[in-house]
């Protein structure tokens, strides 16, 4: 086998066909280069140079081996470098998971910004329902979730406020409050709220579908809704309403479902949410390629 000395001697002087500059190249001095050569030629048992007291050049059998070793030696070489990038967090994936098509159209404007701050990185992005989001950031199997606010969970750390949007109710079309301009909070007393799964955090399910209005009247819970699609649909048979952003009249218009603002209730935030454990320069440089985008403050 061939040592790494030996082949950067060979293939330098194959290429400056000078004793000098390759000594300067490699830092060593001129006959260490010349003993390296030397050694290496008896090794294979040829000569690899012609030597003249004024030029240099390489043997039909010099010429084979430095062509045929370039390659090798320079695929070697990227290969380090990759590892050594990976390992000072200099290259890699960053992959993010998010939810709808507004969250989508923002965060392939976000990926793009974000490989502008760190070139040698790229950002994958991947849909999920918000169970399956905080299930595969728990996991490891991606490394930001993209979510709506609040998500209070000690292993979660939310980054800064990204989107904010009014609050609206999803509401049957034909539903009496539906003719309004917009809905009270008193008025969540009127119909059921459609619930989210057990899965979903406590702190987000009583933001969205509360037990009670602000006065204490007791809410109706309606039936479970698993995904945004499952939750419209119940709305639009009758079963009953649901509080979201403005986007969704948008993203999600359906000829059965109106949407209201819910007059005096706090606007939907959206932001990143990464594990407590696992902050990388990476998840910070794509948090800061956001506020660069929606002009948000850090």
Request: hydrophobic share 40%; glycine share 8%; aromatic share 6%.
């Amino acid at each position: 086998m061939l040592e790494r000395h030996e082949i950067e001697a060979f293939l330098v002087l194959a290429e400056e066909l000078h004793f000098g500059r390759t000594a300067e190249r490699l830092h060593v001095s001129t006959a260490r280069i010349s003993q390296t050569v030397r050694k290496l030629e008896r090794r294979v048992g040829a000569p690899l140079f012609v030597r003249t007291s004024r030029r240099v050049e390489p043997t039909a059998l010099g010429a084979q081996l430095a062509e045929e070793l370039r390659p090798a030696w320079e695929a070697v070489g990227a290969a380090v470098r990759r590892v050594a990038d990976a390992g000072h967090g200099r290259t890699g994936t960053l992959r993010v998971a998010f939810a709808g098509p507004a969250a989508g159209q923002l965060l392939v404007g976000v990926a793009e910004r974000f490989r502008g701050r760190l070139p040698g990185w790229e950002a994958t992005l991947r849909e999920a329902e918000l169970v399956d989001r905080i299930a595969l950031l728990r996991a490891g199997e991606v490394d930001l979730v993209f979510a709506e606010y609040p998500l209070r969970e000690p292993d979660l750390v939310p980054g800064p406020v990204l989107v904010s949007e009014p609050r609206m109710l999803a509401l049957p079309a034909g539903h009496p409050l539906a003719q309004q301009d917009a809905v009270t909070p008193e008025q969540l007393a009127d119909l059921p709220l459609v619930q989210l799964p057990s899965a979903v955090p406590e702190s987000f399910r009583a933001d969205r579908t509360p037990a009670r209005t602000p006065n204490g009247r007791p809410i109706p819970p309606g039936p479970e809704g698993g995904t945004l699609n499952e939750i419209l649909t119940l709305v639009g048979a009758g079963r009953g309403a649901f509080p979201l952003g403005a986007q969704a009249r948008r993203y999600h218009p359906r000829p059965d479902v109106a949407y209201r603002p819910l007059a005096d209730a706090p606007p939907v935030q959206w932001g990143l949410l990464h594990h407590r454990d696992r902050p990388t320069p990476a998840t910070e440089a794509f948090n800061r390629a956001a506020q660069d985008l929606l002009g948000v403050d850090g």
